[in-house]
Every structure is written in structure tokens, then in C-alpha cells.
T-cell receptor, first 115, second 114 residues
Framework: AQSVAQPEDQVNVAEGNPLTVKCTYS??????LFWYVQYPNRGLQFLLK????DNLVKGSYGFEAEFNKSQTSFHLKKPSALVSDSALYFC?????????????WGLGTSLAVNP | KAGVTQTPRYLIKTRGQQVTLSCSPI?????VSWYQQTPGQGLQFLFE???????NKGNFPGRFSGRQFSNSRSEMNVSTLELGDSALYLC?????????????FGEGSWLTVV
């Protein structure tokens, strides 16, 4: 079965420190990978995506993510965290295989950046 | 360019009633997807419409239904509401389809069933 895992329900980092939010996946075919962020009481906002090409993808608000095919991972990173980065982060994956074209979502990781 | 607009933003319904939620996608977007978000279950995919046709469907009971109009606006309906239907319902639009394109979310409709 195709799945996406965000192994950490919550990540806590100090402001100014690097942050990593993890995502691993299990899908057939070549995956398309996405990160979205949700601020309190808001809808989700697109951060970045990997379709093909360079494994390191840069996105909004200084975030980046690295696609690792061998480890089937797509971890979200930022060199220096801000308090305003505190939010809920979702990883999503879709596989370009046959007619199964649904996005598969992780359960989300709550990021808390402490001043 | 206007974003995805969902109405109403907040509503309270009684168990057994039915509710209709509306979504206006970004202009030019033909795909509209609906999600249910609850604290314990994360984002659960309800269905996707593309050019007035349901293209994908999640694992929800038949009480949950939707439709899309010729102008790409979409509605979802939940009949015979249950307490467990209390959730944030999110609509998302994209140009061609949710599976491979960036999707843009609305602010959501908060449904409370009492």
C-alpha cells in the first residue's frame, strides 16, 4: 500500500538553529513530492515541490528539501529557524503510475520554534 | 488574482441535519479537491472534481457527496450529520489535477455538529 510517514508528531527547535522535518514515503512509480504549511486557523500553503531534476529543492520562506531516492525520503530543512516558522507541516506524495493519481498525505508535524 | 474562497467559514449544525459547503477555485483552475481535517486523523481526502466530473474519491460514506459546476465552483454536501463529522473542511484547486500540480487551499469551513 502506498503511504507517507512523518515520524515526528512534534519538533522543537530554538530560534536561529537549523530545523529538519522528516518525511518518508512508499509509493510505486516516480513520486512527485510536496511540502505544505498550515498556520493556526488557516488553510494550507504550498512551500515547495520535487518533480524531477536537482534533488535539492528550494522553496518559500527560506525552506528547502532534499529528495533521496535510495532512502525514499524528502526531509524539509531550514538553516536558521524563526519563531514565525511555528506551524503544522504536511508532506504529500503522488506517484505517476497507472490511474492511481491521488495525493497521499502525511499526518503532519507540529513545529515549535522557541525564542 | 483571488485565491480559493470557501463559504461559510464557520457553522454549527445539529445531528441529523444536512450541510452544504461551497468552494470557488482560483480563476482558470479546473480541478477542485475536498479534504476533511481533524486533529487525530490529519488530512483525509474526500473527492476531486475536474471539469464537472468526479475523478477521484476517498473512503468516506455515501453521506458525503459533491458536485462541480460549469464555472468550476464546487459544493460538497453532508447528509444526516453525525457528531464525528465535526471538522475543518478544506477545498483546494489546481490547474489540471491534484496529483501532480501545486494545489492551493482555501481557508476552510469549520463545521461543528452538536
Amino acid at each position: 500500500a502506498q503511504s507517507v510517514a512523518q515520524p515526528e508528531d512534534q519538533v522543537n527547535v530554538a530560534e536561529g538553529n537549523p530545523l529538519t522535518v522528516k518525511c518518508t514515503y512508499s509509493v510505486s512509480g516516480n513520486p512527485y513530492l510536496f511540502w505544505y504549511v498550515q498556520y493556526p486557523n488557516r488553510g494550507l500553503q504550498f512551500l515547495l515541490k520535487y518533480i524531477t531534476g536537482d534533488n535539492l529543492v528550494k522553496g518559500s520562506y527560506g525552506f528547502e528539501a532534499e529528495f533521496n531516492k535510495s532512502q525514499t525520503s524528502f526531509h524539509l530543512k531550514k538553516p536558521s529557524a524563526l519563531v514565525s516558522d511555528s506551524a503544522l507541516y504536511f508532506c504529500a506524495v503522488s506517484a505517476n503510475a497507472g490511474n492511481n493519481r491521488k495525493l497521499i498525505w502525511g499526518l503532519g508535524t507540529s513545529l515549535a520554534v522557541n525564542p | 488574482k483571488a485565491g480559493v474562497t470557501q463559504t461559510p467559514r464557520y457553522l454549527i449544525k445539529t445531528r441529523g441535519q444536512q450541510v452544504t459547503l461551497s468552494c470557488s477555485p482560483i480563476s482558470g483552475h479546473r480541478s477542485v479537491s475536498w479534504y476533511q481535517q481533524t486533529p487525530g486523523q490529519g488530512l483525509q481526502f474526500l473527492f476531486e472534481y475536474f471539469s464537472e466530473t468526479q475523478r477521484n474519491k476517498g473512503n468516506f460514506p455515501g453521506r458525503f457527496s459533491g458536485r462541480q459546476f460549469s464555472n468550476s465552483r464546487s459544493e460538497m454536501n453532508v447528509s444526516t450529520l453525525e457528531l464525528g463529522d465535526s471538522a475543518l473542511y478544506l477545498c483546494a484547486s489546481s490547474l489540471e489535477g491534484a496529483w501532480g500540480n501545486t494545489i492551493y487551499f482555501g481557508e476552510g469551513s469549520w463545521l461543528t455538529v452538536v
